[in-house]
T-cell receptor, first 113, second 111 residues
Framework: SQTIHQWPATLVQPVGSPLSLECTVEGTSNPNLYWYRQAAGRGLQLLFYSIGIDQISSEVPQNLSASRPQDRQFILSSKKLLLSDSGFYLC????????????FGPGTRLTVL | QKEVEQNSGPLSVPEGAIASLNCTYSDRGSQSFFWYRQYSGKSPELIMSIYSNGDKEDGRFTAQLNKASQYVSLLIRDSQPSDSATYLCAVISGSARQLTFGSGTQLTVLP
Protein backbone atom coordinates (compact mmCIF):
# COMPACT_ATOMS: atom_id res chain seq x y z
CA SER A 1 0.00 0.00 0.00
CA GLN A 2 1.02 3.58 -0.54
CA THR A 3 2.16 5.87 2.24
CA ILE A 4 3.15 9.50 2.24
CA HIS A 5 5.51 11.13 4.70
CA GLN A 6 6.14 14.76 5.52
CA TRP A 7 8.68 16.34 7.80
CA PRO A 8 9.07 18.14 9.96
CA ALA A 9 5.66 17.90 11.62
CA THR A 10 5.93 21.35 13.17
CA LEU A 11 8.30 24.23 12.58
CA VAL A 12 8.75 27.68 14.09
CA GLN A 13 10.92 30.01 12.05
CA PRO A 14 11.81 33.71 12.23
CA VAL A 15 10.88 36.09 9.44
CA GLY A 16 13.58 36.17 6.78
CA SER A 17 14.89 32.67 7.47
CA PRO A 18 14.99 29.93 4.80
CA LEU A 19 12.59 27.02 4.60
CA SER A 20 12.76 23.44 3.37
CA LEU A 21 9.87 21.02 3.73
CA GLU A 22 10.13 17.48 2.44
CA CYS A 23 7.55 15.00 1.21
CA THR A 24 8.14 11.41 0.13
CA VAL A 25 5.76 8.78 -1.19
CA GLU A 26 6.25 5.03 -0.82
CA GLY A 27 4.64 2.13 -2.59
CA THR A 28 4.00 3.70 -5.99
CA SER A 29 5.85 4.93 -9.04
CA ASN A 30 5.52 8.16 -11.01
CA PRO A 31 2.87 9.76 -8.81
CA ASN A 32 1.50 13.23 -9.39
CA LEU A 33 2.59 15.32 -6.42
CA TYR A 34 1.06 18.48 -4.95
CA TRP A 35 1.83 21.13 -2.34
CA TYR A 36 -1.09 22.90 -0.66
CA ARG A 37 -1.25 25.52 2.06
CA GLN A 38 -4.12 25.89 4.49
CA ALA A 39 -4.15 29.15 6.43
CA ALA A 40 -5.97 29.22 9.76
CA GLY A 41 -9.71 28.82 9.26
CA ARG A 42 -9.43 28.81 5.48
CA GLY A 43 -9.59 26.39 2.59
CA LEU A 44 -6.77 24.62 0.82
CA GLN A 45 -4.75 26.62 -1.68
CA LEU A 46 -2.81 24.72 -4.33
CA LEU A 47 0.77 26.01 -4.49
CA PHE A 48 2.60 23.62 -6.84
CA TYR A 49 2.01 20.38 -8.66
CA SER A 50 4.32 18.00 -10.46
CA ILE A 51 3.65 15.24 -12.98
CA GLY A 52 7.26 14.03 -13.07
CA ILE A 53 10.86 14.65 -12.10
CA ASP A 54 11.83 18.29 -12.69
CA GLN A 55 8.31 19.04 -14.01
CA ILE A 56 6.84 21.64 -11.66
CA SER A 57 3.89 23.93 -12.22
CA SER A 58 3.27 26.93 -9.99
CA GLU A 59 -0.27 27.97 -9.24
CA VAL A 60 0.35 31.03 -7.09
CA PRO A 61 3.25 33.49 -7.56
CA GLN A 62 4.99 34.04 -4.24
CA ASN A 63 8.29 33.62 -2.46
CA LEU A 64 8.02 29.84 -2.39
CA SER A 65 9.53 27.33 -4.81
CA ALA A 66 9.27 23.60 -5.30
CA SER A 67 11.57 20.91 -6.60
CA ARG A 68 11.27 17.22 -7.41
CA PRO A 69 14.77 15.74 -7.44
CA GLN A 70 13.53 12.15 -7.39
CA ASP A 71 10.38 10.39 -8.58
CA ARG A 72 8.82 10.13 -5.13
CA GLN A 73 10.31 13.19 -3.43
CA PHE A 74 8.85 16.68 -3.45
CA ILE A 75 10.45 19.63 -1.67
CA LEU A 76 9.00 23.04 -0.83
CA SER A 77 11.48 25.84 -0.22
CA SER A 78 11.81 29.50 0.50
CA LYS A 79 14.85 31.73 0.69
CA LYS A 80 13.22 34.27 3.03
CA LEU A 81 10.05 33.55 4.97
CA LEU A 82 7.30 36.13 5.45
CA LEU A 83 4.79 36.31 8.27
CA SER A 84 2.10 35.46 5.73
CA ASP A 85 3.81 32.12 5.01
CA SER A 86 2.49 30.72 8.29
CA GLY A 87 0.06 27.88 7.80
CA PHE A 88 -0.49 24.17 7.47
CA TYR A 89 1.47 22.77 4.51
CA LEU A 90 0.11 19.62 2.97
CA CYS A 91 1.67 17.34 0.40
CA UNK A 92 -0.62 15.10 -1.63
CA UNK A 93 -0.23 12.44 -4.29
CA UNK A 94 -2.43 10.98 -6.99
CA UNK A 95 -1.98 8.29 -9.60
CA UNK A 96 -4.81 8.50 -12.03
CA UNK A 97 -5.06 11.50 -14.30
CA UNK A 98 -8.64 10.53 -15.17
CA UNK A 99 -9.98 10.43 -11.62
CA UNK A 100 -7.33 12.49 -9.82
CA UNK A 101 -8.17 11.15 -6.35
CA UNK A 102 -5.65 12.87 -4.13
CA UNK A 103 -4.33 11.53 -0.84
CA PHE A 104 -2.76 13.81 1.72
CA GLY A 105 0.25 13.45 3.96
CA PRO A 106 0.14 14.35 7.67
CA GLY A 107 1.18 17.95 7.02
CA THR A 108 3.70 20.42 8.43
CA ARG A 109 2.48 23.21 10.66
CA LEU A 110 4.68 26.27 10.06
CA THR A 111 4.66 29.33 12.30
CA VAL A 112 6.66 32.34 11.16
CA LEU A 113 7.42 34.81 13.95
CA GLN B 1 -18.35 34.03 -7.28
CA LYS B 2 -16.29 31.33 -5.60
CA GLU B 3 -15.65 28.25 -7.71
CA VAL B 4 -16.73 25.86 -4.97
CA GLU B 5 -19.08 27.05 -2.23
CA GLN B 6 -20.08 25.41 1.01
CA ASN B 7 -22.00 26.62 4.03
CA SER B 8 -19.33 27.20 6.65
CA GLY B 9 -21.60 26.10 9.48
CA PRO B 10 -21.22 25.14 12.14
CA LEU B 11 -23.81 22.43 11.61
CA SER B 12 -24.95 20.59 14.71
CA VAL B 13 -26.96 17.38 14.66
CA PRO B 14 -27.87 14.96 17.46
CA GLU B 15 -26.30 11.54 17.58
CA GLY B 16 -28.15 9.09 15.34
CA ALA B 17 -29.58 11.78 13.04
CA ILE B 18 -28.80 12.34 9.35
CA ALA B 19 -26.29 15.09 8.64
CA SER B 20 -26.65 16.79 5.26
CA LEU B 21 -23.73 18.73 3.79
CA ASN B 22 -24.09 20.74 0.61
CA CYS B 23 -21.77 22.10 -2.03
CA THR B 24 -22.26 24.06 -5.25
CA TYR B 25 -19.72 24.66 -8.01
CA SER B 26 -19.48 27.18 -10.80
CA ASP B 27 -17.72 25.31 -13.63
CA ARG B 28 -20.39 23.47 -15.62
CA GLY B 29 -17.66 21.35 -17.24
CA SER B 30 -16.56 19.80 -13.93
CA GLN B 31 -16.40 16.01 -14.05
CA SER B 32 -15.05 14.73 -10.73
CA PHE B 33 -16.25 15.48 -7.23
CA PHE B 34 -14.84 14.54 -3.85
CA TRP B 35 -15.62 14.80 -0.16
CA TYR B 36 -12.82 14.99 2.39
CA ARG B 37 -13.07 14.83 6.16
CA GLN B 38 -10.63 16.87 8.23
CA TYR B 39 -10.35 16.49 11.96
CA SER B 40 -9.03 19.47 13.88
CA GLY B 41 -5.26 19.73 13.48
CA LYS B 42 -5.08 16.83 11.03
CA SER B 43 -4.80 16.50 7.27
CA PRO B 44 -7.82 15.89 4.99
CA GLU B 45 -8.92 12.30 4.43
CA LEU B 46 -10.73 11.27 1.24
CA ILE B 47 -14.06 9.66 2.12
CA MET B 48 -16.11 9.77 -1.11
CA SER B 49 -15.63 10.24 -4.85
CA ILE B 50 -18.47 10.65 -7.35
CA TYR B 51 -18.30 11.09 -11.10
CA SER B 52 -21.82 10.62 -12.49
CA ASN B 53 -25.26 11.95 -11.66
CA GLY B 54 -27.16 10.19 -8.91
CA ASP B 55 -26.31 8.65 -5.59
CA LYS B 56 -23.28 6.71 -4.45
CA GLU B 57 -23.40 4.91 -1.13
CA ASP B 58 -20.51 3.71 1.03
CA GLY B 59 -21.49 2.51 4.47
CA ARG B 60 -23.14 5.37 6.35
CA PHE B 61 -22.09 7.90 3.69
CA THR B 62 -24.07 8.79 0.55
CA ALA B 63 -22.82 11.26 -2.03
CA GLN B 64 -25.36 12.83 -4.37
CA LEU B 65 -24.49 14.61 -7.61
CA ASN B 66 -26.72 16.76 -9.80
CA LYS B 67 -24.70 18.22 -12.66
CA ALA B 68 -27.65 20.14 -14.11
CA SER B 69 -27.98 22.05 -10.83
CA GLN B 70 -24.20 22.06 -10.25
CA TYR B 71 -24.78 20.63 -6.82
CA VAL B 72 -23.14 17.86 -4.82
CA SER B 73 -24.06 16.74 -1.33
CA LEU B 74 -22.96 14.32 1.35
CA LEU B 75 -25.38 12.57 3.68
CA ILE B 76 -24.14 10.91 6.85
CA ARG B 77 -26.66 8.48 8.32
CA ASP B 78 -26.70 7.47 11.98
CA SER B 79 -24.29 10.31 12.81
CA GLN B 80 -21.78 9.58 15.54
CA PRO B 81 -19.75 11.99 17.71
CA SER B 82 -16.67 10.65 15.88
CA ASP B 83 -18.09 12.20 12.69
CA SER B 84 -17.53 15.67 14.18
CA ALA B 85 -15.06 17.29 11.79
CA THR B 86 -14.82 19.75 8.93
CA TYR B 87 -16.02 18.35 5.61
CA LEU B 88 -14.38 19.69 2.47
CA CYS B 89 -15.97 19.53 -0.96
CA ALA B 90 -13.51 19.38 -3.86
CA VAL B 91 -14.10 19.60 -7.59
CA ILE B 92 -11.91 19.05 -10.62
CA SER B 93 -12.64 21.92 -12.93
CA GLY B 94 -11.05 23.48 -15.96
CA SER B 95 -8.54 22.13 -18.39
CA ALA B 96 -5.80 22.05 -15.75
CA ARG B 97 -7.62 19.18 -14.04
CA GLN B 98 -6.68 20.37 -10.58
CA LEU B 99 -8.73 20.08 -7.44
CA THR B 100 -10.49 23.20 -6.21
CA PHE B 101 -11.62 23.02 -2.60
CA GLY B 102 -14.49 24.68 -0.83
CA SER B 103 -13.80 26.33 2.49
CA GLY B 104 -15.45 23.46 4.38
CA THR B 105 -18.45 22.87 6.64
CA GLN B 106 -17.83 22.24 10.32
CA LEU B 107 -20.05 19.43 11.63
CA THR B 108 -20.66 18.72 15.30
CA VAL B 109 -22.54 15.58 16.33
CA LEU B 110 -23.96 16.01 19.81
CA PRO B 111 -24.07 12.93 22.08
Amino acid sequence: SQTIHQWPATLVQPVGSPLSLECTVEGTSNPNLYWYRQAAGRGLQLLFYSIGIDQISSEVPQNLSASRPQDRQFILSSKKLLLSDSGFYLCAWSLSVSTNEQFFGPGTRLTVL
Amino acid sequence: QKEVEQNSGPLSVPEGAIASLNCTYSDRGSQSFFWYRQYSGKSPELIMSIYSNGDKEDGRFTAQLNKASQYVSLLIRDSQPSDSATYLCAVISGSARQLTFGSGTQLTVLP
